[in-house]
């Protein structure tokens, strides 16, 4: 959520960031000057009566204490009740407007990100690994793994649906063997901490993050939940959701916590299946694993002072970065421009992975900096050493360290063999009990 002083004073500037966005200021502001004009008048004037309220209390006081008739004053002072009734019902109506509209308010692209209206708009920063070259022709996952029997969208399908997977014998093992592999790499090598959250969490949790109100239609909600409050900005504890990623849960944390500065940045990795209803989807990828309703994924989540947020962006990066180099598997990092930046985020990267079956790159993981947007939602602030110096909003970043479901899929077909098998990389072999094979059994 944006700072509403930020709004006011630079309201030009928010306007032409939502333009960059693809978005119409007219149709998220609305009139927002006129909007909080209204509302610092009520307050204005509420503050007022209540001054006069307890002026005319004080005299009230000091008539009858003198013995003198008091009446007049206390009919204006169940005068002013009254007004201060209706004053503070408006004021409360116009502070409900003003969240509402900030909640629907993007974060504000940095100035580096490129201009441009979807991923065809987005800049290659960096290009890794040779791409295989195959003396066959290279398979989709989809024909590997049922070939194999690893995968079943079939069966899958039978038990919940269409974009569900089951996976068999070496294919379930290697899906746990990935996320051995990136915790244990996040952990030891990159000094993570290790965090196994809920898989459901509640109406505020999602809101802090910036999920709720504006992705309700993505989400998987339990039947506790009501959707159509959430909508209205009403946010319960005792409601819940199925998580749509571990970004949710762990960035809430610390949510209405105040940090000390010295344990800044704090950085967690956390394995998590996840949830999505993919609602905005219809049509897209419908073959393989590459969009489902359930997958799982080890994520990154820092904490940062202001000024090291863009630091430590780029070094969360590098770290899901080192994930792919050590599987050898070809990627590229993408800065995503301003239509193709998510709504929390002022700037993202992507990596996308080489898949030869598939003659294309695809994200695995999608590594953002959102500064104190969330921060301010979910109320997550620090505290600078020394004392006197006001909280101030931490700086959040997260990213896949790596979605596992996708590295699977890209090991599959980077790693495809001429008889059909499938070599197991190196680096995951102590994960698969020396396996160095995927072979049909």
């Known amino acids: 959520m944006l700072d509403l002083n930020f709004v006011r004073g630079n309201l030009g500037l928010v306007e032409e960031k939502l333009r960059a966005r693809g978005a119409d200021p007219a149709v998220l502001l609305g009139d927002f000057q006129s909007l909080d004009q209204r509302r610092r008048e009520a ?3 509420s503050e007022g009566l209540k001054a006069r309220r307890n002026e005319l209390s004080q005299q009230v006081g000091q008539l009858k204490r003198q013995g003198q008739d008091a009446t007049a004053l206390m009919d204006e002072t169940r005068s002013l009740k009254d007004r201060l009734d209706e004053l503070d019902k408006t004021a409360s109506a116009l502070d409900e407007q003003m969240r509402l509209a900030l909640a629907s308010i993007p974060n504000l692209t940095r100035d580096e990100v490129p201009a441009g209206t979807s991923e065809t708009d987005n800049v ?14 290279a398979k989709p996952h989809w024909e590997l793994g049922e070939s194999l029997g690893i995968l079943d969208l079939e069966r899958a399908a039978k038990l919940s649906g269409a974009r569900f ?7 379930a ?13 996040h952990t030891q090598k990159h000094g993570y901490t290790e ?5 459901m969490v509640n109406s505020r949790s999602l809101f802090g993050t910036g999920s709720l109100p504006k992705f309700a239609d993505d989400l998987f909600r339990c039947s506790d939940a009501d959707a159509e409050a959430a909508g209205r900005g009403e946010y319960r504890d005792a409601d819940h959701w199925l998580i749509p990623t571990a970004e949710v849960p762990v960035t809430n944390l610390y949510r209405d916590e105040v940090l000390e500065e010295a344990r800044l940045p704090i950085s967690f990795t956390a394995y998590t299946p996840c949830f999505r209803a993919e609602a905005g989807a219809a049509g897209k990828d419908t073959r393989g694993i590459i969009r489902q309703h359930q997958f799982q994924k080890v994520e990154l989540v820092k904490f940062t002072r202001p000024e090291e947020s863009d630091a430590e962006h780029e070094r969360l990066t590098r770290d899901a970065e080192e994930i792919l180099e050590a599987l050898s598997l070809p990627y590229r990092r993408m800065l995503l421009c301003t239509g193709d930046t998510s709504f929390s985020s002022a700037k993202t990267y992507d990596l996308e992975v080489w898949l030869p079956g598939q003659q294309l790159y695809r994200e695995i993981s999608s590594c953002s900096n959102f500064e ?12 600078p050493e020394g004392g006197k110096a006001k909280s101030e909003f931490v700086h959040t970043l997260n990213g896949s360290g790596l979605a596992v479901g996708r590295t699977w899929l890209a090991i599959l077909e980077n790693y495809q063999q001429a008889d059909g098998s499938v070599a197991v990389p190196e680096a995951l072999r102590p994960y698969m009990g020396g396996l160095e094979r995927i072979v049909r059994r």
């Open 43 to 45: 307050i204005t004037q």
């Open 124 to 137: 290659v920063v960096k290009t890794w690994g040779e791409k295989k070259q195959f003396d066959f022709e």
């Open 173 to 185: 093992r290697l899906e746990r063997a990935l996320i051995g592999f990136m915790l244990d790499l």
């Open 372 to 383: 104190g947007f969330q921060a301010r939602r979910a109320n997550i602030r620090y505290k």
């Open 195 to 199: 965090v196994l959250p809920p898989f």
């Open 165 to 171: 997977a089951v996976y068999m014998g070496a294919g």
